[in-house]
């Protein structure tokens, strides 16, 4: 090896700068960014909020994104995070400081629940879970001290639709600011911000990434001070993304409408043959009319997403992991929102005081990927077989059972 080496392997020869058009999205990476001269390195801090100083504070591949996500949420500026968990973090700890109050309802998400509880309460940030139900009568809950609430609409698991309008209203009125976990509707069924939310909140790991293999979140607001609040705070936290998972949602947002459109026709088909089906008690969907909150969503969504829940009868439970590992297409996991349909199992009575209306027996949540309807319906006929298979293989089951 030679001195000559160590600097030819870092600086490759120059090629002519033809200019080269494509419709790809480019992946530009960076730490290092590098300056023209002396005063616009020492003015680099004026650029955390637009424009190139430092790879972690956005690169223009991370500033192209959000631009196009707050394009598509009807706002001004949009943050995007390294996932939904941490919009919805970074978002409650922009806005709130030990002292302060933040309204959850009991149907958001899961995981974020226990950070506003187990990371933020002992910082001093004092959560309120409320019936998600609750319209402007949310009101008596919202005291000097709140100064943010959250909506979850529809909730998770459960699917209650919330009435956003009546809910920031009361909020607004109170000083506080609403923050929406959208990412069921995404900007295409439902826009918040339009609704008068401040910060629409989206895990685009979901719809817009659409193949599960992608963690990236969202923020989009309508003000350039809440903006500049919420970069102030995700600088601090260190959050950066990478510029290949920007380009992996650019492509997920280029098929997202006409995915979303067809995955919402199959789940509407999958939906009325379970309704059909003895052992199904109930549909969790906003689109059913007996779902709480179906007039509202009729009047506040333009369509529905290809998840809900079903109910099975409560003498099933024990024959449930039997029916699961004989689905071939519905594999059991997490996220949903892709093109691989998906079914997860909870219970989404733990922690919940405003259940009353939920039958008892299982829940399963679906997602419906883009999968041919028939070969869905008939994986879930297997595992529903294997129902009645277990039933009949138990001569006495009843009687045995009723003797005890
Ligand atoms: C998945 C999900 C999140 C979290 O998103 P991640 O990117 O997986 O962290 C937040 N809210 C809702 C409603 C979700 O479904």
């Known amino acids: 090896m030679t001195r000559a080496d160590d600097t030819s392997h870092i600086h490759p020869p120059l090629r ?3 200019p080269f058009q494509t419709v790809a999205m480019p992946v530009e990476r960076a730490s290092t960014i ?10 680099r801090a004026e650029r955390v909020y637009d424009g190139f100083s430092y790879g972690l504070y956005g690169t223009p591949t991370s500033r192209q994104l959000e631009d196009h996500i707050a394009q598509l949420e009807g706002g001004v500026r949009a943050l995007v995070v390294p996932s ?11 806005v709130c400081q030990g002292g302060d109050r933040v309204l959850v309802p009991e149907t958001l998400y899961g995981p974020a629940r226990d950070m506003v509880l187990r990371f933020l309460g002992p910082l001093g940030i004092e959560t309120t879970s409320y019936d998600p139900r609750l319209d402007a009568e949310i009101a008596p809950l919202l005291d000097t001290r709140t100064r943010l609430v959250w909506v979850e609409s529809p909730g998770s698991a459960t699917f209650e639709v919330q009435d956003v309008p009546a809910i920031v209203a009361a909020a607004h009125r109170a000083g506080a600011l609403v923050a929406a976990d959208n990412t069921w509707a995404s900007h295409l069924l439902f826009k918040p911000l339009a609704h008068g939310v401040d910060i629409s909140m989206q895990a685009l790991s979901k719809h817009a990434g659409g193949h599960g293999d992608l963690l990236l979140g969202s923020l989009a607001v309508r003000d350039e001070a809440l903006f500049r609040r919420l970069k102030d705070t995700a600088r601090f936290l260190g ?6 998972d920007c380009v992996l949602c650019e492509r997920g947002l280029m098929t997202m409408p006409v995915r979303m459109r067809h995955a919402a026709v199959t789940a509407q088909a999958v939906m009325s043959w379970l309704a059909g089906r003895d052992e199904v008690s109930r549909i969790l969907h906003p689109s059913q009319p007996d779902h709480p909150g179906h007039p ?6 333009a369509g529905s997403a290809a998840v809900f829940s079903l109910v099975l009868r409560p003498e099933l439970a024990p024959l449930q992991a039997e029916a699961l590992h004989r689905m ?5 996991g997490a996220s949903w929102g892709g093109v691989h349909s998906l079914i997860a199992v ?3 009575r733990k922690g919940r005081t405003s259940l009353d209306w939920l039958p008892s027996g299982p829940v399963w949540r679906l997602s419906i990927g883009l999968e041919a309807l028939e070969d869905l319906l008939a994986d879930l006929e297997t595992a529903f077989a294997s129902f009645a298979e277990a039933t009949r293989s138990q001569p006495g089951h009843t009687s045995g059972r009723a003797a005890e």
């Open 34 to 43: 590098v300056f023209r001269d002396l005063e616009a390195f020492e003015r």
């Open 296 to 301: 509202v969503w009729k009047r506040d969504f």
């Open 346 to 348: 909870s219970d989404p």
């Open 328 to 332: 071939r297409l519905f594999r059991l």
């Open 84 to 94: 939904g968990m941490a919009a919805l973090t970074l978002a409650t700890m922009a």
């Open 16 to 18: 002519s700068q033809e």
């Open 239 to 244: 959050y950066g993304v990478s510029p290949e």
